[in-house]
């Protein structure tokens, strides 16, 4: 399998106006994820060879889905997709921050450490997510997870955010349908799906929520 090109980091951000310095920090976030690679496991290796294409891609779809949302909370960052990819693409926004709430302390070290090299306005929380949510209290325009739980658990996690107003957005592949059918079983949810750059995955955006009380239909 051959490395991601230069052309192949245009692709991943074609429809987006990225300057070159933005480029320059992305770029400095890929090596920084090559380089912890070998000693840690934040990615799936087979996927590390397309790490434009497969990961920085399909972060990157999100700015472009909600290019005025300034204020991101991303859970179970791991590596940091999609939360440091979208903070690195909206550094300079006014007001841009993204909150990247991680309990494998390992992966909070990676998290700072990328932070710190691309100077990305973002946060790192190293605690579990239901004990981040649970204490949240600053506004938050857009709520993120991919590759973290299915839809049930995530609508528990992100349910509270939603009430207040913010937007829940999350990677979703094949198996959503049938994750949609188990959560609707306790979830009333109003949710819009987009078509998504990574196969045959799709990017799901819930902008109502709520728990059906028992024997609700």
């Avoid at 770029?27 to 397309?50: C, F, G, K, M």
């Avoid at 991101?72 to 909150?99: E, K, T």
């Avoid at 946060?123 to 209290?137: D, H, L, P």
């Avoid at 078509?195 to 799901?204: H, L, T, W």
Wanted: charged content about 25%; glycine content about 6%; overall charge neutral.
């Amino acid at each position: 399998m051959r490395p991601d090109t230069v052309h192949d980091a245009e692709e991943a951000l074609s429809g987006l106006t990225v300057s070159r310095e933005t480029m320059d920090r992305l770029a400095a976030y890929v090596a920084l994820l090559r380089r912890w690679q070998s000693i840690h496991n934040l990615v799936a290796p087979a996927t590390l060879d397309e790490v434009w294409s497969r990961h920085i891609a399909d972060s990157a779809q999100l700015v472009a889905l909600f290019p005025a949302a300034a204020r991101w909370l991303d859970l179970g960052s791991g590596a940091g997709l999609p939360g440091l990819v979208v903070a690195i693409l909206i550094q300079g926004r006014p007001g841009a921050w993204v909150g990247l709430v991680e309990a494998n302390h390992k992966k909070c070290a990676f998290l700072r450490e990328a932070i710190r090299a691309t100077g990305a306005p973002a946060e790192v929380y190293c605690a579990r997510i239901e004990s981040v949510v649970k204490q949240w209290t600053k506004p938050v325009d857009v709520i993120t997870a991919r590759a973290l739980a299915p839809l049930p658990a995530l609508c528990g996690f992100v349910a509270p955010l939603v009430a207040h107003g913010a937007v829940a957005v999350f990677h979703k592949g094949r198996n959503f349908e049938a994750e949609l059918r188990e959560a609707s079983q306790t979830w009333d949810i109003d949710l819009v799906q987009h078509p998504s750059r990574e196969g045959d995955g799709r990017i799901v955006e819930v902008r109502r929520l709520s728990r059906r009380e028992k024997g609700t239909p």
